[in-house]
T-cell receptor, first 116, second 113 residues
């Protein structure tokens, strides 16, 4: 059963252009939604966890700038700008127990971005 | 700051062999330790986790891992590997109550026929 639907799955991004990614949660039992980036060397890094509709966060990392938005209980978005190196962005979800995480993430299939 | 170290970037074994993938962590406090598998071009899939209790935890597809506080380790094992186990394996640590999960660099497991 697919818990998360990410789109687009692949995108060629002209240098200097921003791209918008979307993630849809299919099961409300896993409400904590997050974004992780995986670089070309396969290293994974947590970017954001947005718990409630209306939450927004920004972050700048080597090679890209990010703006994440929790639009609704089931939709998470990510804008990627100023990307200088390709990467894959993964949406994740997790259950919540006693106010905390369960140490277990469910991953989407990823959005692979390549810089032109 | 919690850290996770996977000392082997690549491991190659024959189908039917046993395998152990090593993971060491550095953190004090209440943590979750987990393992994930990533097949080529796919998202990660959860294999197993440890928080407390029996230090040997069972996961899917015959995988198990053993927690050792004295060694600060959480090694993953499988008694007999199948060609479909070829993938990259990630060890991960997270603080209880914290949303962020920190991943190791990954170990690429190759199964020879």
């Amino acid at each position: 059963v697919t818990l998360l639907e990410q789109n687009p799955r692949w995108r060629l991004v002209p240098r200097g252009q921003a791209v918008n990614l979307r993630c849809i949660l299919k099961n409300s039992q896993y409400p904590w939604m997050s974004w992780y980036q995986q670089d070309l060397q396969k290293q994974l890094q947590w970017l954001f966890t947005l718990r409630s509709p209306g939450d927004k966060e920004v972050k700048s990392l080597p090679g890209a700038d990010y703006l994440a938005t929790r639009v609704t209980d089931t939709e998470l978005r990510l804008q990627v700008a100023n990307m200088s190196q390709g990467r894959t962005l993964y949406c994740t979800c997790s259950a919540v127990r006693l106010g905390g995480n369960t140490g277990q993430l469910y991953f989407g299939e990823g959005s692979k971005l390549t810089v032109l | 700051t919690q850290t996770v170290s996977q000392s082997d970037a690549h491991v190659t074994v024959f189908e039917g062999d046993s395998v152990e993938l090593r993971c060491n962590y550095s953190y004090g406090g209440s943590i979750y330790l987990s393992w994930y598998i990533q097949h080529h071009g796919r998202g990660l899939q959860f294999l197993l986790k440890y928080y407390s209790g029996n230090p040997v935890v069972q996961g899917v597809n015959g995988f198990e891992a053993e927690f050792s506080k004295s060694d600060s380790s959480f090694h993953l094992r499988k008694a007999s590997v199948h060609w479909s186990d070829s993938a990259v394996y990630f060890c991960a640590v997270s603080l209880y109550g914290n949303e962020k999960i920190t991943f190791g660099a990954g170990t690429k497991l190759t199964i020879k026929p």
